[in-house]
């Protein structure tokens, strides 16, 4: 499972959403000495999760002033993570766990990139879900989510592999192309996704401004037919879209292509990210570029 919000504000404005969200997915990992064992924070190497790492990490979700990139001195400006002006830290648990909170902040301008967004993400494994239950995972993201002025976000089922996944296609084509379900794409801080929507998902999360152009709640709802589907507002102008009552990985082969997703998908199509693969093409890789094109539109042809 993994959880993702896409938030278009500075550190400073949300280090207390975030460390509240932090909060709850400790509380919700408690008793699993395998959760929590590494982490890294700003430029600090990784490291054993310890009172000193805590020390850290508090600290960063505690900023004691505002401060601007575009104020920075030249020295300061040349060591950003050392001076705090790009705050991230990670939460670890042990290799293939399948538990893990990081959070990294957009850089502070006066003017900030209309492109760029902080991003918070956590995951857990499957058999997390398995044990508690998708009742208690919605409940946990939806906590998670509820102090952060997102402008979109997601959790649902993921293949959490490492980032040289699109070299892994011969491995992965047997599940990706048959189960629908499973999200690939990992986006982050450097794909300055901002308002633009990460796919379709189990739990869909929907801020402004495309909450706004979609008509709000109530022109969302009227969009999307499925019995399966459930529309629920939040505070702050924000909603979540839970399509069924526990995320599904589809299966093709068996008839299961999960009409709400494609239905939602089509929806949110406008604003949903572009295919972010196309320097494969310029790498002689065309061939993979369109099955992974395949993939990104799976909801939608």
Same mark, same amino acid.
């Given at each position: ?62 900023? /004691? ?166 529309? /629920? ?28 997703? /494609? ?39």
């Amino acid at each position: 499972m993994r959880i993702v919000f896409f938030v278009p504000h500075d550190h400073f404005d949300i280090a207390a959403g975030v460390s509240h969200a932090l909060d709850r997915y400790v509380r919700a990992v408690e008793g699993r000495p395998s959760a929590l064992s590494e982490y890294t924070c700003c430029d600090w190497e990784p490291s054993k999760l310890g009172e000193r790492g805590w020390e850290l990490i508090r600290a960063t979700l505690a900023p /004691r002033e505002r401060r601007y990139a575009d104020d920075y001195t030249r020295d300061e400006a040349f060591y950003p993570l050392k001076e705090g002006a790009d705050p991230y830290f990670g939460l670890y648990g042990e290799q293939d766990s399948g538990y893990s909170f990081t959070y990294h902040a957009r850089i502070p301008w006066r003017e900030a990139p209309p492109s760029r967004a902080s991003v918070l993400r956590a995951t857990l494994p499957t058999e997390y879900l398995e044990e508690k239950g998708a009742g208690f995972v919605r409940e946990l993201a939806l906590d998670m989510a509820s102090r952060l002025p997102f402008a979109s976000g997601h959790a649902g089922l993921a293949l959490d592999v490492a980032p040289s996944r699109l070299a892994r296609l011969d491995t992965l084509r047997p599940i990706i192309f048959r189960h629908p379900g499973f999200d690939l794409r990992d986006a982050g801080i450097r794909n300055e996704l901002n308002t633009r929507v990460d796919g379709v998902h189990w739990m869909n999360f929907l801020g402004q401004p495309v909450l706004g152009e979609l008509g709000g709640a109530t022109g969302l709802r009227a969009r999307l037919q499925s019995p399966s589907t459930d529309v /629920r507002p939040l505070d702050g102008e924000r909603l979540v879209v839970t399509l069924g009552p526990e995320p599904e990985a589809g299966d093709l082969t068996q008839g299961q292509p999960l009409p709400a997703y /494609r239905e939602l998908a089509r929806v949110l199509e406008p604003w949903q990210e572009p295919f972010p693969w196309g320097h494969l093409r310029k790498q002689g890789k065309a061939t993979e570029e369109e099955e992974w094109r395949r993939w990104w539109r799976r909801f939608l042809d």
